[in-house]
């Protein structure tokens, strides 16, 4: 086989057999989610949102469960995470089993637009890269505030467009 050919044949992509995952699918799939700064940035909500032992944090748009497992386990809080994917569910369930704080965190298949808790009920409710794949972004801060205590807190870390996307772009 000549070069030309090796790198011809290992340019062209293979197709895969079963289905297309989506985005948020794949996530699940591969048990991690992303957002915009990290770690760090999650730590900084943290200390914004006056988050400590004893503080009851609802995480809307909990992807895998990374963030209110962190919670639960470096401050001591009680969490309560919900995601519309049942997918992610399942693997926030597992990562609360795996890292001992499933006494302490919750999950729940939920939609951020209708979340099914009582009024005043968290002293903070945190997000981070979920605001942006909703078309009713009041909606969703109307709803994290309704169930934030008076005096509480409400914190969104969520990417920001400076540009109008290319036509032809869609909603996720």
């Not at 000549?2 to 340019?11: I, K, Q």
């Amino acid at each position: 086989m000549s070069e030309e050919t090796a790198v011809t044949e290992r340019s062209e992509p293979k197709e895969t057999p079963g289905p297309q995952l989506s985005y948020f699918e794949l996530q699940a799939y591969v048990g991690t989610t992303k957002h915009m700064g990290g770690l760090e940035t999650t730590k900084d909500l943290i200390e914004l949102c006056h988050i400590g032992k004893g503080t009851y944090v609802l995480d809307v748009g909990c992807g895998v469960g990374a963030t209110a497992c962190y919670l639960a386990r470096r401050y001591g809080c009680r969490v309560v995470g919900v995601d519309i994917s049942e997918a992610m569910i399942a693997r926030s369930n597992e990562r609360a089993e795996g890292v001992s704080v499933a006494d302490r965190v919750e999950f729940r298949v939920a939609d951020t637009q209708d979340l099914p808790f009582e009024d005043a009920l968290f002293d903070v409710v945190i997000g981070e890269s979920v605001v942006t794949f909703i078309e009713d972004k009041q909606l969703v801060v109307s709803e994290c505030v309704r169930v934030t205590r008076s005096g509480g807190y409400v914190g969104l870390n969520e990417e920001l467009w400076t540009e109008t996307p290319p036509h032809g772009w869609s909603n996720v």
